[in-house]
């Protein structure tokens, strides 16, 4: 049956055309003049007076009732309108008005969560916790050894200790496990003793 429609014949004249609301739903919430159809119709009842039939309407989705909330003082000041020329006013009396309410939130200076005598008090405990690492890092005695599988961010390759050369047995031959543990005993002795 909808086959038969010709929906390319179906333009209208003028658009659908309501005043400024605010979109309620999940692809175009918060924008302003991007209303779903149910919205639209919705809009178009609340301003006529049927609210009954507009909270019915949004009521078929889970996000209709946040469409109401965002728009109900709007609504109410639309469905107050007794012309065309008078909705036109409202609307732009309520741009006017939110257009101002955000130029003072974006000029609004918050004052600092400190007092002066806190973040005096602050800042001298950073700087005693900067000096007593400083002082932490100068009583280092420890001498390290680097690390031969890592990187010492500290040692500098000139003053490393060549790294003893451990033999390497090709043969794959089995006889020699006591030599292997030999080898890896000396290795874990040596890598025992470094210090990180």
Not at 125 to 136: I, S, T
Not at 159 to 170: E, K, S, Y
Request: hydrophobic share 35%; net charge negative; glycine share 4%.
């Amino acid at each position: 049956m909808l086959d038969a429609v010709p929906f390319s014949k179906l333009k209208g004249a003028e658009p659908r055309l309501l005043p400024f609301l605010v979109a309620a739903n999940p692809i175009n919430y918060g924008r302003p003049m991007k209303l779903s159809c149910v919205e639209a119709a919705a809009a178009a009842l609340f301003i006529c007076g049927f609210d009954d039939e507009g909270h019915e309407l949004l009521s078929l989705f889970g996000w209709g009732h946040s469409f109401y909330t965002l728009n109900e003082e709007l609504l109410e000041l639309y469905a107050e309108c007794t012309d065309a020329k008078d909705v036109v006013r409202v609307q732009q009396e309520w741009v006017v008005k939110c257009q101002e309410e955000r130029d003072n939130r974006v000029e609004f200076d918050l004052p600092s969560t400190y007092s002066d005598d806190e973040r005096e008090e602050e800042e001298e405990r950073r700087k005693q916790l900067e000096e007593e690492e400083d002082d932490d890092d100068d009583d280092d005695d420890v001498e390290e050894t680097p690390v031969q599988s890592g990187h010492n961010p500290n040692h500098h390759a000139r003053d490393a200790p060549a790294a003893p050369a451990l033999p390497v047995d090709n043969n794959n031959d089995d006889s020699d496990s006591d030599a292997d543990a030999d080898v890896d005993d000396k290795l874990n002795d040596k890598t025992n003793r470094v210090v990180c």
